[in-house]
């Protein structure tokens, strides 16, 4: 079955450039997360969507970052005017929550979108 | 700052042999997730402990949560290639499904 998936899988850009992520959940999940993984590090949470509740935006590092979910599907991260401290690998994930997703559901990743600021 | 230490950050063994692989805080969480990811590709769940002290095996993997449940580990038995790879540990509240990383431990096995 089509697991989460996320385009570019690559993406190198210049610093001051404005850049795109796409996250593609599993179909009928209701949870979607993003983090930020970088390099020896490990997941640093961005931002948690749940159903048309309104996301939780706590991890989000600041406001050049934003993130928004479509008609409760497909989500996309914008990180403008890119900063060379924003390369990382940045991971998208979902879970089936029924109704109030708990630290026990299981997270689906996607592969990752390695974001090279140069 | 990492609520979640895990040693050692990195660990090569010949194939055959055991590792444990250490996640330790100083919080207490009500669940503690075990991850494994391959290069390239998102972290994959292998388990998840809720109570303290329980046990937990899969195959030639077993996982222990603390009493306290402030710490795990991961004990792999007669390791094999296919085990390498980094492991992460990740914390869970009683919050929505929100997780603290740790920032993984590399396991290399050599045939």
């Known amino acids: 079955g089509a697991g989460v998936s996320q385009s570019p899988s690559n993406k190198v850009t210049e610093k001051g450039k404005d850049v795109e992520l796409r996250c593609d959940p599993i179909?009928?999940?209701?949870?979607l997360y993003w983090y930020r993984q970088s390099l020896g590090q490990g997941l640093e949470f961005l931002i948690y969507?749940?159903?048309?509740?309104?996301?939780?935006k706590s991890g989000l590092p600041s406001d050049r970052f934003s993130a928004e979910r479509t008609g409760g599907s497909v989500s996309t991260l914008t990180i403008q005017r890119t900063q060379q401290e924003d390369s990382a690998v940045y991971l998208c994930?979902?879970?089936?929550?029924?109704?109030?997703?708990?630290?026990?559901?299981?997270?689906?990743f996607g592969p990752g979108t390695r974001l090279t600021v140069l | 700052t990492q609520l979640l230490e895990q040693s050692p950050q990195f660990l090569s063994i010949q194939e055959g042999e055991n590792l444990t692989v250490y996640c330790n805080s100083s919080?207490?969480?009500?669940?503690l997730q075990w991850y494994r990811q391959e290069p390239g590709e998102g972290p994959v769940l292998l388990v998840t402990?809720?109570?303290?002290?329980e046990v937990k095996k899969l195959k030639r993997l077993t996982f222990q949560f603390g009493d306290a449940r402030k710490d795990s580990s991961l004990h792999i038995t007669a390791a094999q290639p296919g085990d390498t790879g980094l492991y992460l540990c990740?914390?869970?509240?009683?919050?929505?499904?929100?997780?603290?990383f740790g920032a993984g431990t590399q396991v290399v096995v050599t045939p």
């Open positions: 994930a979902s879970s089936l929550a029924l109704r109030r997703p708990r630290s026990t559901d299981t997270q689906y």
């Open positions: 919080s207490v969480f009500s669940s």
């Open positions: 969507f749940q159903g048309n509740s309104a996301p939780d």
């Open positions: 402990v809720v109570t303290g002290g």
């Open positions: 179909s009928g999940h209701t949870a």
């Open positions: 990740a914390g869970g509240g009683d919050s929505w499904g929100k997780l603290q």
